[in-house]
């Protein structure tokens, strides 16, 4: 019974703040020695160690609410904007039209992205698989032609869904971006390549990487800006789930025939 002494059994606390009050859920994990609070997946939550007294639960969110004011709004905000219909597709927000397209048509001076009228995906979904599909027609290209500028090798190049990461470089060369980038500004894309591809010449982030960084991309600073300001933003938004992109159900036996005259695209490419 040792463990359990001074264990809390609750399973969020609530603390009042100056807009209402904020529902935290507790997060509890074997090896962690520390209490903290962070944002994940558009809410606050209080990481706990196993074992916790009360007490010092409640000193810790009390100390905690001028960070918890800040916080807590911006939860709100990202649950409001996954749940809202704006998009950005490199630095600009996008307005949603549907027309008779055939295919995604990006309208550059109007701001607008028309969509095909009859198609059953809604509008943002469709929006955010159109963006995937811009990063995954674009990234490779871009990722070659800045590898040849500062001269570096580089193996596979991905684009991932990420939920938390940009980008990274691992040990074999393989880069891999998150194709929300494609929701910034083309100078932040750039600025993240140019970052990854500074890796394969130092493994680090010292003095030595971000000099290899500013040689290539003098307005470093300023994108990493962005993406702080901005990058939560864009991290927030989800691409529909699997079961939405699914092609019609397996056909059977007999229709086997039917089914191969007129194949589905592979999966993922709506468009
Ligand atoms: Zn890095």
Redesign the pocket.
């Known amino acids: 019974m040792k463990w359990s002494l001074g264990k809390s059994k609750r399973q969020s606390y609530s603390v009042e703040l100056s807009h209402g009050p904020l529902e935290i859920p507790v997060v509890r994990h074997p090896r962690r020695r520390r209490m903290s609070l962070r944002v994940r997946e558009q809410r606050v939550e209080l990481a706990l160690p196993m074992r916790c007294p009360e007490g010092e639960i409640l000193a810790f969110l009390e100390s905690a609410k001028p960070w918890l004011e800040v916080a807590g709004l911006r939860a709100g905000e990202l649950a409001r904007l996954a749940n809202s219909n704006s998009i950005w597709y490199l630095g600009v927000e996008l307005g949603i039209e549907r027309g008779p397209v055939e295919f995604p048509r990006y309208e550059e001076e109007r701001h607008t992205l028309v969509l095909p009228q009859n198609h059953p995906l809604g509008d943002k979904d469709l929006a955010l698989l159109w963006i995937h599909s811009v990063a995954v027609a674009e990234a490779e290209p871009l990722v070659r032609r800045l590898a040849e500028v500062m001269q570096v090798s580089v193996g596979e190049v991905r684009v991932r869904n990420q939920k938390s990461r940009w980008?990274?470089?691992s040990h074999r060369g393989t880069i891999s971006l998150n194709w929300r980038l494609w929701m910034a500004p083309p100078s932040v894309i750039e600025y993240l390549v140019i970052?990854?591809l500074?890796?394969r010449k130092e493994m680090n982030?010292s003095s030595r990487?971000w000099a290899v960084v500013a040689r290539f991309c003098p307005t470093y600073q300023e994108s990493e800006r962005m993406l702080k300001a901005m990058g939560h933003r864009w991290m927030s938004q989800q691409l529909p789930a699997k079961s939405s992109l699914k092609a019609p159900p397996r056909p059977s036996p007999t229709e086997k025939r039917s089914q191969e005259e007129f194949p589905t695209p592979p999966q993922g490419s709506l468009f």
């Open positions: 980008g990274s470089c970052h990854e500074a890796h982030h990487f």
